[in-house]
């Protein structure tokens, strides 16, 4: 087992940045690719990013590239989501889940076996 939990979610204006952590206890954290999806009101939970378990290769779509990036600390077994330039449309819970698939950057929400709470980012215009 895995658990995990974010933090560092809250309220934003358009434009600014927001720097989310997830904490990972239980099996070792180097062992897992991570990822971050999040999930506005009434839609579908969508990928946003993920990292493989050296760090040495990320994935993202397009909708995020150059704003958001991805790193992790197996130190200190946590993963962060770095999000700058933030639109209202980044709104949602995000949330960090954890694959045994340690060498491929997921965007498969099938394939994380552990997940957690999530945190709230709210961006306003």
């Known amino acids: 087992q895995v658990q995990l939990v974010e933090s560092g979610g809250g309220l934003v204006q358009a434009g600014d940045s927001l720097r989310l952590s997830c904490a990972a206890s239980g099996r070792t954290f180097s062992g897992y690719s991570m990822g971050w999806f999040r999930q506005a009101p009434g839609k579908a939970r969508e990928f946003v990013i993920a990292?493989?378990?050296?760090?040495?290769?990320?994935s993202y779509p397009e909708s995020v590239k150059g704003r958001f990036a991805i790193s992790r600390d197996n130190a200190k077994d946590t993963v962060y989501l770095q999000m700058a330039n933030l639109k209202p449309e980044d709104t949602a819970v995000y949330y960090c889940a954890a694959t045994s698939r340690a060498y491929y950057p997921s965007s498969r929400l099938s394939e994380y076996e552990y997940w957690g709470q999530g945190t709230q980012v709210t961006v306003s215009s």
């Open positions: 990292i493989t378990s050296s760090g040495a290769r990320t």
